[in-house]
């Protein structure tokens, strides 16, 4: 096992990159929390280590620092250990469902709270005048086509 400041001491043409634009440091850190991507000055290309490995931490070379580099190791990765990227995916969609539900009920609360207030300022005739009442859309009967210009 190693740290990131060994690779950097016995290789001091590295450069570690926690913090790349397009975030592969962090998705390829999904995958296992041991990879860390380098910048190699001598060669001029970005390098995937493992801290993990044993013997050589270096896993992938790439000449620019993009989402191929997440592909190739994806690739790599998953053949030996699809088990956990399924659990992942899963994982990742509950998440997703859950924020999408939060967002919903936030849309319904702001609806709610919004509700009333405009129909009171309706029934005042406070957003345009000589507007004195409520217009009730009737419901479509099944198989009614809707003309309204409504959106």
């Known amino acids: 096992m190693f740290t990131v400041n060994e690779i950097v001491n016995k290789k001091p043409y590295l450069t570690y990159f926690p913090n790349d634009v397009v975030g592969v440091e962090e998705n390829i850190r999904e995958l296992n929390d041991g990879y860390r991507l380098f910048y190699n000055h001598r060669n001029k290309r970005y390098e995937v280590h493992n801290l993990n490995n044993q013997g050589s931490s270096m896993c992938l070379v790439a000449e620019k620092c993009d989402a191929r ?9 998953v053949p030996y250990h699809g088990d956990e990227v399924e659990t992942m995916e899963e994982h990742n969609k509950m998440i997703d469902a859950k924020e999408a539900k939060r967002q919903e009920d936030t849309m319904d609360d702001m609806k709610k709270d919004l509700e009333r207030p405009i129909a009171k300022a309706l029934e005042k005739d406070e957003i345009g005048k000589g507007y004195n009442g409520f217009h009730v859309m009737p419901k479509l009967k099944e198989g009614e086509k809707d003309d309204s210009n409504r959106d």
């Open 69 to 77: 580099i997440v592909k190739r190791i994806y690739k790599s990765y």
